[in-house]
């Protein structure tokens, strides 16, 4: 094919590739806006720039469908005008005139390859950098529709809310005021550690909730300020189900905000997913799930500590927090059980109670005696501090004026955590993936984020080059059916080459979804891994395929 030729032939290629992608992009992503538009509260400079951030995303589906559609749409065109048969006569064979399809189809691949590895991951997270900057207008869309709005591990209630402005001194700052706010905990079921339950419910008269948010890391923190706040458990104990909880409670929080993308390998670039595939105990949520075996190991040893102290002939845990000092005292017959991070005292009937003590510049200023004690420890790893909750039950309170009953007295404590147990924050995933590890339950649920985050890279990487590839046969497909059909009709090229393009993106997609399916319960598993990169390649195959039979055909003609 001479160089006018392929010129000529190629700029026609390259100027319906341009003017399809452009228009399949602009589409999609005006689609995706549709529910930031309609639920999110986004103001016309923040729209500018999600449809600026999303378009490179948007491209990588369309690049292949325009590609086919340019090659289709061209050499249908030339067919229909006897072009393919002038060039025949001129000894040009069917394959030589491919090759500007073919020259597209390698600028498209490059093009999608650069934008899957590096663009589309971080043009993606200034999408969700707008969308937390704008997360105060986000939560008072939700709680005026919903009257909800959830954040991982808790969920706000309230009546209606609405915005007012932060400290001007805090740039990175929103606030919104909640009229009757109901803030619902949640923690890991005991029985079930996938399953979440409610832990405590945090409820006001009115409340301003601040966030701040991490320009950087798309993140942000929640801290709400409560006016007359009431904390209530989920589980009520006692004689009596009066006074549970905490009257007075100011604040809730501070609690993190996490990445609304999370650790979705789509938004990765393609040096971190190699790292990942690496090193998978880099993985946010294999740390994450290790973090949390860690604190609840570091929670238990605490409280087998403290079950020796009371053990031994004195029964006693001295302690100090905010300046005052405490003591607990166990009488010799109470019963003692210790269960994880919990330890339960129970007085034996008609026996001695269980001793509280608050003192304060050497006086007593509380002695409370209870017929049961429970003591629940939490360790926060990052601050290397221990929060000890103590609840007493059937209590007779002196406050240095009279004895008060009471059916239960809460009391929390922050402690600082001592060094031999601090130091158990430096295990690695490995310990707790091993077979000699002492609960089960915590090996399958390490496993699965670690076979889970494994099977996103691979099946991530193997779909972005499935992509490129794609993009290269599409074009084989699109010359030859142009060729064979011979109409310079839109309508009638996107027809012909919707299909392979179609079938090529959705056995993609459906790939990734089959690799990505891992059960939670891994005690009979099949990792679906291989199965979905069987389906990620299997259209390429096809449309390899019927590109061989299709130019075969042509050629024989």
């Known amino acids: 094919m001479s160089r006018t030729l392929f010129l000529y032939v190629f700029k026609d290629l390259l100027f319906i590739f341009l003017m399809a992608s452009g228009t399949l992009a602009g589409i999609m992503s005006f689609g995706g806006l549709l529910r930031p538009l309609t639920q999110n509260g986004l103001d016309g400079s923040q729209i500018l720039l999600l449809i600026r951030y999303s378009m490179p995303a948007m491209s990588t589906y369309s690049l ?78 939700q709680i005026e529709q919903t009257h909800e709005t959830h954040f991982g591990y808790f969920t706000v209630y309230a009546e209606s809310a609405r915005l007012v402005d932060a400290d001007p001194n805090k740039p990175n700052q929103q606030a919104v005021v909640l009229r009757g706010p109901m803030i619902v905990s949640f923690a890991t079921s005991a029985k079930d550690k996938f399953f979440n339950v409610a832990k405590e419910f945090y409820m006001a008269r009115e409340a301003v909730a601040y966030i701040d948010e991490d320009p950087n890391e798309g993140s942000a923190q929640l801290t709400v300020v409560l006016s007359d706040g009431v904390l209530l458990p989920r589980r009520f104990t006692g004689s009596t189900k009066a006074e549970q909880g905490g009257l007075g409670v100011a604040q809730f929080g501070p609690v993190d905000i996490p990445s609304r993308l999370g650790e979705k390998t789509k938004f990765m670039d393609i040096f971190q997913l190699k790292d990942l595939d690496r090193d998978p105990s880099r993985g946010r949520d294999v740390q994450a799930v290790t973090a949390q075996f860690i604190a609840e190991d570091q929670a238990a040893e605490f409280t087998r500590q403290l079950g020796v102290l009371f053990n031994q002939p004195q029964r006693l845990w001295d302690f100090q927090s905010g300046g005052d000092s405490y003591s607990v005292i166990r009488p010799a017959d109470a019963k003692i059980d210790i269960h994880g991070g919990t330890i339960t005292m129970t007085a034996a009937p008609g026996g001695k109670p269980l001793i509280f003590r608050q003192q ?198």
């Open 64 to 141: 292949p469908v325009a590609a086919l559609f340019a090659t289709t749409w061209v050499y249908g065109r030339m067919a229909a005008d006897n072009e393919i048969t002038a060039c025949r006569a001129s000894g040009i064979s069917f394959l030589a005139m491919t090759t500007p399809a073919m020259f597209l189809g390698l600028f498209v691949g490059i093009m999608s390859m650069y934008l899957l590895c590096f663009t589309v991951p971080k043009d993606t997270l200034k999408i969700e950098r707008v969308i937390v900057s704008n997360i105060a207008k986000i939560i008072v869309n």
């Open 360 to 557: 304060s510049g050497g006086q007593v200023r509380l002695t409370a005696e209870a017929r049961s004690v429970e003591i629940a420890t939490d360790a926060d790893t990052t601050r290397d501090q221990l929060i000890v909750s103590l609840e007493l039950r059937d209590v007779l309170v002196d406050a240095g004026e009279a004895q008060t009953p009471k059916a239960v007295l809460p009391r929390k404590f922050v402690l600082p955590m001592p060094e031999e147990i601090a130091g158990m924050k430096t295990r690695t995933p490995d310990v707790y993936l091993g077979t000699a590890v002492s609960h089960q339950s915590q090996r399958q649920r390490l496993l699965f984020a670690w076979v889970d985050l494994i099977n996103h890279v691979r099946s991530e990487m193997h779909a972005r080059v499935a992509f490129v590839v794609s993009c290269l046969l599409l074009v084989l497909v699109g010359a030859s059916l142009g060729m064979m059909f011979r109409s310079g009709n839109f309508l009638t090229a996107f027809a012909v080459s919707v299909v392979p393009a179609m079938l090529s993106v959705v056995l993609i997609v459906t790939g990734q979804h089959t690799a990505e399916n891992v059960p939670k319960d891994l005690t009979a598993f099949n990792n679906p891994l291989g199965a979905g990169i069987a389906i990620i390649w299997a259209g390429n195959v096809m449309i390899a395929i019927a590109a061989i039979v299709l130019l075969t055909r042509l050629q024989r003609k």
